[in-house]
């Protein structure tokens, strides 16, 4: 019987790498490489067979099976990339970037090891489910995670189907093409800001890092007294979204005021989404999530004011607990997915 796997977990900057055996534990701590993402597929492949195979030799336990975080379009079937725009090459002077990339192949021809990979929000989702606040027995569980863009995935359980009572676990919503879960650009205002989607109103144009970033700074030229303000030294280049927690945690009313907006509209995207899916949980992920109580304290509001009650009464907005390792956790689930569907 398989004792372990592999969860990978590749981004623009990094990718890692850890053994996790079937209750989630890692079996030793993540091995990590720059992942060289803009330097073509032939060094980003290295750079991941390196992370595995040192994550394989450091946890002395062979693994049964792969399981791989990719950002972008993914097609889980066969294993391609179907698009990823942070990761290509310069040809002349354009970014090529991945279309269509055997990634999943090419990886399994170098490591001689059957992988599973889908999309990284997606799997962050499915990890969450299983090890983090769902405990593999939620009824249900959205997840937003939020940076550099808001992602999302959606895990069904056999209560929010009907038709097929021996359903056990959580399976990954992924549509037709595996273009699924992107619930960053679920429409709070039809006539909002500018998404870099190119639609307008998208969760993702108001709670994205630039755009809390972009907000911190208007409101700390607005209030030039303010902790906010104080803290950046008067350059607004400085200001990150854990600056402002920073302020929000020494009472800050600019830092708070920042946050309170950001987590109404949260709120609101978070309020459709129960309409949509009816979950017992939807959790807040990433790392701007570790903006903690005056965040959640607004997300809270505004879904009390815009969800159905009586779909509120049963479901949870909380903070994911496995924000650091989502991506190789989400792996490893999907990893022990396909292990079990092979027995």
């Known amino acids: 019987m398989a004792t372990a796997v592999v969860g990978v977990d590749l981004g623009g900057t990094n990718v890692r790498a850890a053994v996790v055996g079937r209750d989630g534990t890692l079996l030793a701590p993540p091995v990590q490489y720059p992942s060289r993402a803009q330097e073509g597929f032939a060094i980003t492949l290295e750079q991941i067979t390196l992370a595995i195979r040192e994550a394989i030799a450091t946890a002395g336990v062979s693994p049964a099976m792969i399981g791989m975080a990719v950002p972008g379009h993914i097609d889980a079937t066969r294993g391609v990339v179907r698009w990823a725009p942070n990761f290509g090459e310069m040809r002349g002077e354009v970014f090529e970037v991945w279309r269509d990339v055997p990634l999943g192949d090419a990886v399994q021809a170098r490591l001689n090891l059957p992988i599973v990979m889908g999309n990284d929000a997606n799997l962050a ?66 006539a909002g800001s500018r998404c870099g989607c190119g639609a307008r109103g998208c969760i993702e144009a108001y709670a994205r890092r630039d755009a809390i970033v972009e907000l911190a700074r208007e409101q700390a ?104 390792d989502a991506g190789i956790l989400g792996g490893a689930a999907l990893a022990w997915q396909a292990v079990e569907a092979r027995r």
């Open 125 to 190: 989702a499915l990890g969450e489910y299983y090890y983090g606040v769902g405990r593999g027995m939620a009824r249900g569980l959205v997840m937003l995670t939020l940076g550099t863009g808001i992602g999302g995935g959606v895990v069904l359980t056999r209560h929010q189907v009907q038709g097929n009572a021996h359903w056990d676990g959580g399976v990954l919503l992924v549509g037709l093409s595996g273009g699924a879960g992107e619930l960053g650009h679920t429409i709070i205002n039809f």
């Open 221 to 324: 030229r607005r209030n030039p007294n303010s902790l906010l303000n104080r803290l950046t030294e008067g350059d607004p280049a400085k200001i990150t979204p854990a600056l402002v927690s920073e302020a929000a945690a020494q009472g800050d009313p600019t830092a708070l005021a920042i946050w309170r907006e950001v987590g109404y509209y949260l709120g609101i995207a978070v309020a459709n989404l129960i309409s949509v899916f009816n979950p017992e949980i939807v959790a807040i992920g990433g790392q701007i999530a570790k903006a903690g109580a005056p965040l959640f304290e607004a997300i809270h509001a505004a879904v009390r004011d815009y969800a159905l009650p009586t779909l509120l009464e049963d479901c949870r907005v909380v903070p994911a607990e496995r924000i650091e």
